[in-house]
């Protein structure tokens, strides 16, 4: 007999969706829908995987110097009856305003500027969307600086602080799992590909993942690191690519630690690394803006050769034959163009960009492209895996990831069952060795003539009591130490200026979680943990200490 869901039920896995276009201005990149105010005013927006905000373009983040689709181009989209020109928080009733302060993320990346915070209604879909889920007083920052072209949604739990604020102000995503509109803080995503079949927009799933998507079960785990701020580390133990212009050639002689991170379109490198990518692929480093261009004849035998650039991932720098994945992309992966404010007109270019050190090390959407990302923040661990593609794409076979603890252990939505294999098969063995007792505790009763209750079989404690074991050990996790400060909160700028001198003295607040769980077998099947992460022994200073890291 199938298990029956409580009325209570755990809810389902949430797809947010998208906008069907390709927006930005340094390459083509599935967009995803929200909406921010009462009434509702509708954004094209970005994800990233290490921003806890949502930004959404200011009415100033363009000017008469700019092109006129400037505010399309940035994600507004129409509001009454008009093209936006931003975030009109005079016309949203529940606008609440907290204060003009620096926006911080990728603050190591040379990323500025400032956001005027505030609490408001945030929808994850279009004004019009009614079944998508909706929270009332969110932080959102409207932006007008142009490192950030398009806005951005945050999948990070991190909470943010205000000096006009007492306490920590909990981040959207942290609040839907609160607010029972998904079933974990994890998420799935996968950035979308335009060169593949007839452009396979993105996937972002909240409190999931689509296993039809991913290419192959993969082997492990990877580990959080212990920086709470850059916790989605990786090793990078090898780079190699096949028909480059010099055949098969290696682009890394070590490896290197970097952090997975969707806000940047870049793969940020070490210069050898660099260097090696311009030898082998032709291209060229225009100083004054730091990127790797493409000039046409280079791009059209790139075309003929059609390289493979493959990225070895582990938990470590160092090769492993079984606790790594490898990610190959095509060159059409990279094949992007980049344009205005940093062209005027757009220019084919290569998205790699030199970093300085293990600060700036970072694999952006550029490998998210190929890659199937899954994050489990309650667990402290993450996947990446190749992603699948077909012509039509597989049809969504979306599974739940379930907070530890939780006494439904996932399923598959929309099986037969409420069971999984493993749980049947645990059932069956259960209800056979129970039979061979009854039968001589039977045996053994009718021959000292005393009456014995058979005992009442319960199928349902049978495969809890299987699921609990198979579930993973945890493992503990260590307080990063507080950094000494005269200050513990965000603190305001003053209109558009920079950083006050008090703001330099901000600290982290408690992580507030030292304890961590691998995934339950209903989950990816790959929990095999690694000592001795590298990855998670990372202690990087914070240059930007403006948020709160609590859990």
Same mark, same amino acid.
């Given at each position: ?65 700019? &092109? ?42 040379? #990323? ?128 190699? @690519? ?49 990127? #790797? ?46 344009? #205005? ?7 084919? #270019? ?45 049809? &969504? ?25 493993? @749980? ?34 319960? &199928? ?92």
């Amino acid at each position: 007999m199938p298990l029956q869901r409580r009325e209570d039920s755990i809810p389902q896995p949430y797809t947010v969706p998208t906008t069907g276009e390709w927006d930005g201005n340094d390459g083509p990149w599935s967009s995803f829908r929200l909406s921010v105010g009462t009434p509702p005013q509708d954004f094209r927006v970005l994800v990233s995987t290490r921003g806890h905000e949502t930004f959404v373009l200011d009415p100033h983040g363009c000017t008469s110097t700019d &092109p006129s689709n400037c505010t399309s181009a940035r994600g507004a989209e129409p509001f009454n009856g008009a093209q936006s020109s931003g975030f009109n928080t005079n016309a949203s009733s529940t606008w609440d305003i907290i204060g003009i302060y620096d926006l911080g993320l990728e603050a190591e990346l040379g #990323y500025t500027g400032n956001g005027q915070y505030g609490y408001d209604t945030i929808r994850l879909g279009y004004s019009q969307d009614q079944s998508a889920p909706a929270l009332d007083r969110q932080v959102v920052a409207s932006i007008t600086d142009k490192s950030f072209f398009m806005g951005v949604i945050g999948l990070s739990p991190t909470s943010s602080s205000f000096t006009s604020i007492s306490e920590p102000v909990k981040s959207f995503f942290r609040q839907l799992k609160q607010s029972n509109s998904i079933p974990s803080e994890s998420y799935a995503y996968t950035a979308g590909a335009p060169y593949r079949y007839n452009k396979v927009l993105g996937n972002l799933i909240l409190g999931g993942y689509d296993q039809a998507r991913i290419a192959s079960p993969p082997s492990f785990n990877f580990t959080f690191a212990s920086d709470e701020s850059r916790d989605l580390v990786v090793g990078v133990q090898s780079i190699t @690519a096949t028909s480059s212009l010099n055949g098969v050639v290696a682009m890394t002689s070590t490896g290197h630690l970097s952090v997975v991170d969707s806000t940047v379109a870049e793969l940020w490198l070490p210069t050898d690394v660099c260097d090696a990518f311009a030898s082998n692929f032709g291209l060229s480093y225009d100083e004054n803006t730091t990127y #790797y261009l493409v000039n046409d004849t280079i791009h059209s035998r790139l075309v003929e050769l059609n390289p493979t650039i493959t990225f070895k991932l582990g938990n470590e720098i160092y090769t492993s034959a079984t606790n790594s994945t490898n990610i190959a992309l095509p060159y059409a992966a990279f094949d992007l163009q980049v344009g #205005y404010p940093h062209y005027n007109t757009s220019q084919r #270019y290569f998205p790699i960009r030199r970093g300085a050190n293990d600060s700036q090390y970072t694999l952006g959407r550029t490998l998210l492209q190929e890659a199937y990302l899954i994050v489990d923040h309650e667990r402290r661990n993450f996947t990446i895996a190749q992603t699948k593609f077909s012509d039509p794409l597989p049809s &969504p076979d979306i599974v739940s990831i379930l907070s530890p603890g939780t006494d439904d252990h996932g399923e598959t939505l929309g099986s037969a069952t409420g069971l999984s294999a493993g @749980a049947t098969a645990g059932i069956a063995v259960a209800v056979s060795v129970f039979g061979v007792f009854a039968l001589v505790a039977l045996i053994f009763c009718w021959r000292r003539r005393r009456r014995t209750h058979r005992p009442e079989f319960r &199928p349902d404690a049978a495969w809890e009591q299987q699921q609990q074991q198979q579930e993973s050990k945890p493992y503990g996790y260590p307080r990063p130490p507080l950094i000494e400060s005269d200050s513990n909160q965000r603190f305001e700028m003053q209109g558009q200026g920079g950083l006050s001198p008090q703001d330099k003295n901000r600290q982290e607040l408690d992580p507030g979680r030292d304890v961590a769980y691998e995934l339950a077998s209903a989950h990816v099947p790959m929990v095999y943990e690694m000592d001795g992460n590298a990855a998670q022994q990372r202690e990087n200073s914070r240059k930007h200490n403006r948020f709160s890291y609590q859990r």
